[in-house]
């Protein structure tokens, strides 16, 4: 098996996530010698999957934002198939069901159809009607992909517009949880990117989930020469001055490359370059942290009457997004159904799914030893589930239990140990890096820390990251 | 090289980069962006496209010549026949 000992690349990719998939398509697509390092066996990072006892679990992907039908121009989806020459076909993607934002007194639905949201808004909250048409017109004209932008907080933004704190929480509580690595707040470009993929566009996801998108980015990758090492990262990034000069894999080897494409995060990169003291950035370390309870069912969800794609919920009169003083912060959360899709011709998914993401405090976790982790796993994986269980149409915990087949939870440790974030932060960084930048003249961020975050995003990143440090200096 | 088969090139470069655009109609004297749905990102292929598989380089400054399909054949016709020659 090849060392890669001494090889030379224009460019060399540091992950196999969605960013580095997508970045390393354009450069192979121009002929650019390009290899991708995975220390994973699996692709995806952060959205992955994997078999146990015979059911295909999928990890991180609730949803594929950004969603819109055929001949929809302009979009970010339109752009990320063009960019990576893939025909929209191949993903497959099928329409959610439709999702809710559940709050103690109010609830708000939303499909891919926009004006089914505004007419909630304006039937929940008739006071505020006309302010959120005005809060959309202004984020309509609003560039969030400027790569000079200048952050600001969203909520300070929205409050120019949006009076009803309860309804900015509501808006906020679903684009937090797909994207936000501050704290209580989030910038207000990322405000914007979510709101237009989430509620202006929408859910999708292919039957076959994550998977499908793995192997659609990783064929086209491969045909067009790009090299990949699945189970090998970079240890060490050698500098010579503000230059990255080679980089030293796990196994030792040595190779050289034009260019690096990071999807390490911010601090994680910076941390690889040996002209960096150790601990260098932990104040830009994420807290934001979450514990995922998967269920598998022997049943589809909407035979025990659950036919919601996707629940964003809160319990409490006001809704916190940080990092909780509690193992799992139990009063917010978002509850997933891989299931209620439209499917083509309604073709059932193998398994029921319950997906249950919830807020964690990394520090609790990471203290935890071994058979403490477990049990610690058993307790909030019931508490989670019965807090879920209060925010969708009633089944006893009973019934649940009878149809489970299969259980599992990931934690903010897992979330560390598979996407490399330190922290467990699950979108990396509050730091984010629009132009991709480092101190180092060849060395750039793709990925969470680049800034552009869902899934459709990652992929915009790395295709953006590419073409403006790369392909067009040319 | 005529101007004609220029055109046909570039307009074979947009099918290829933007397979969900119809080229049928495309008026050579207007604008392409005024009748296609293409973005800057999409111009950069194009230009890309020259170069891989003809060897025509477009510096940056010079993209705004690729306005029409008439401004495409007008500056690209003298850069593919000094390629031929």
Redesign the interface.
């Given at each position: 098996m090849s060392t890669l000992e001494g090889e030379r690349y224009d460019a060399v990719i540091i992950g196999a996530g969605m960013s580095g998939l997508a970045a390393g398509i354009r450069l192979a697509l121009f002929n650019k010698r390009v290899l991708i390092l995975e220390r994973h066996n699996a692709p995806g990072g952060l959205n992955s999957y994997y078999s146990r006892s015979g059911l295909r679990f999928d990890v991180g992907l609730h949803a594929m934002t950004n969603f819109v039908r055929q001949g929809v121009k302009g979009t970010p989806l339109t752009k990320l198939f063009r960019q990576l020459r893939i025909p929209c076909e191949a993903f497959a993607l099928c329409e959610q069901y439709g999702s809710r934002i559940h709050f103690p007194d109010v609830q708000l639905e939303f499909t891919n159809d926009f004006t089914h949201f505004e007419s909630q808004i304006a039937d929940k909250f008739p006071h505020e009607a006309d302010n959120f048409r005005r809060l959309v017109v202004a984020l309509k004209a609003f560039d969030e992909t400027a790569l000079d932008y200048q952050p600001c907080g969203a909520k300070d933004v929205i409050k120019k517009f949006i009076h009803d704190p309860i309804l900015t929480d509501m808006l906020l509580l679903p684009l937090m949880y797909y994207g936000s690595a501050n704290e209580n707040d989030m910038d207000w470009a990322q405000f914007v990117i979510m709101f237009k993929s989430i509620y202006c566009e929408g859910f999708a996801r292919p039957f076959e989930g994550v998977r499908c998108i793995l192997r659609e980015l990783t064929k086209k990758y491969k045909s067009l020469g790009g090299e990949r090492k699945m189970g090998l990262g970079v240890k060490r990034i050698h500098t010579l001055n503000t230059h990255a000069k080679a980089l030293e894999l796990d196994n030792g080897s040595m190779i050289t490359a034009d260019h690096i494409f990071s999807s390490a995060g911010l601090v994680e990169t910076l941390r690889l370059c040996d002209d960096q003291p150790p601990n260098t950035g932990g104040e830009h370390i994420g807290k934001l942290s979450y514990v995922e309870t998967i269920h598998a069912l022997d049943i589809q969800p909407s035979a025990l009457g659950w036919k919601d794609t996707i629940v964003f919920f809160n319990t409490q009169k006001e809704f916190t997004y940080r990092c909780p003083q509690l193992p799992v912060d139990l009063h917010s959360g978002v509850i997933c159904f891989p299931n209620n899709y439209h499917y083509v011709n309604d073709e059932p998914l193998e398994q029921g799914w319950l997906r249950i993401t919830a807020l964690a405090n990394y520090n609790y976790w990471k203290s935890l030893a071994p058979d403490a982790y477990q049990d610690a796993k058993t307790e909030w994986f019931t508490q989670l589930t019965s807090t879920a269980l209060n925010c969708l149409p009633p089944v006893s915990v009973d019934v649940l239990k009878s149809h489970t087949v299969d259980i599992d939870m990931f934690t903010p440790t897992t979330v560390e140990r598979f996407t490399g974030h330190l922290g467990g932060a699950i979108y990396g960084s509050p730091q984010k890096n629009r132009n991709g930048k480092t101190h180092l003249d060849n060395l750039y961020l793709i990925g969470t820390d680049q800034g552009f975050l869902g899934i459709v995003g990652a992929m915009l990143s790395g295709i953006s990251m590419a073409n403006y440090h790369v392909l067009k200096n040319d | 090289m005529t101007h004609e088969e220029v055109k046909q090139i570039v307009l074979d470069i947009i099918a290829?980069?933007?397979?969900?655009e119809d080229i049928s109609n495309v008026k050579p004297d207007v604008r392409l962006r005024e009748q296609l749905?293409l973005?800057s990102?999409?111009f950069?292929?194009i230009v890309?496209e020259l170069?891989?598989k003809h060897g025509i380089e477009v510096p940056?400054e010079d993209y705004t010549k690729l306005a029409s399909l008439d401004s495409c054949a007008e500056y690209l016709t003298p850069k593919f026949k000094a390629k031929a020659s």
């Open positions: - | 290829e980069i933007a397979p969900d749905d973005d990102m999409d950069l292929d890309m170069r891989k940056e």
